[in-house]
């Protein structure tokens, strides 16, 4: 499977929890992106695993 393709699939399979999907790398057979999440979380994924970078903090603002 090509890295667009896969990208066209975690797209469709995770439409309903993301906001956005920004590609970092990515040619014919790579592809790392970083998933902003609805709950204001986001994901990185690399070298099959899966990081949480940031979680939402309440500042009180």
Same mark, same amino acid.
Do not use: C, W
């Given at each position: ?6 990208? &066209? ?10 906001? @956005?999907?920004?590609?970092?790398? +990515? #040619? ?6 970083? &998933? ?10 690399? @070298?099959?695993?899966?990081?949480? +970078? #940031? ?7």
């Amino acid at each position: 499977m090509l890295a667009s393709e896969r990208l &066209l699939e975690i797209e469709e399979k995770f439409e309903a929890k993301v906001e @956005r999907i920004v590609p970092v790398e +990515l #040619d014919e057979k790579t592809l790392r992106v970083i &998933l902003y999440l609805k709950d204001g979380t986001n994901l990185r994924k690399q @070298r099959g695993q899966v990081f949480i +970078l #940031d979680k939402p903090h309440d500042k009180g603002l």
